[in-house]
């Protein structure tokens, strides 16, 4: 069983910057894709970016160009530097482990972050 631990959320003004850390117990090289999602109230989950084990990264149209994924083997830890952030950025934010593919198997306890107008 591998636990998932977020941190680094909070409250910011919007155009302020944020940086997301998600610790796994395991190592992360097991998983074919590290992930970060987020819930607003009221809406789906959605994912925002995603890291392949060979490095190789995606993300929502919503926030490319301002948030950046990645992800350091040796701590196990993946994060996502969140820039320029909107009030529209508001939401728990989870990280997600998938072994294959980028069907999340293991999820953490997700991270506030709020960003006033």
């Known amino acids: 069983q591998v636990q998932l631990v977020e941190s680094g959320g909070g409250l910011v003004q919007a155009g302020g910057s944020l940086r997301l850390s998600c610790a796994a117990s395991?190592?992360?090289?097991?998983?074919?894709?590290m992930n970060w999602y987020r819930q607003a109230p009221g809406k789906q989950r959605e994912l925002v970016a995603s890291?392949?084990?060979?490095?190789?990264?995606n993300y929502a149209d919503s926030v490319k160009g301002r948030f950046t994924i990645s992800r350091d083997n040796a701590k196990n830890t993946v994060y996502l530097q969140m820039n320029s952030l909107k009030p529209e950025d508001t939401a728990v934010y989870y990280c997600?482990?998938?072994?294959?593919?980028?069907?999340?198997?293991?999820w953490g306890q997700g991270t506030q972050v709020t960003v006033s107008s």
């Open positions: 890291i392949t084990r060979d490095g190789s990264a």
């Open positions: 395991g190592n992360i090289f097991l998983f074919n894709a």
């Open positions: 997600g482990a998938a072994l294959v593919g980028f069907r999340v198997n293991y």
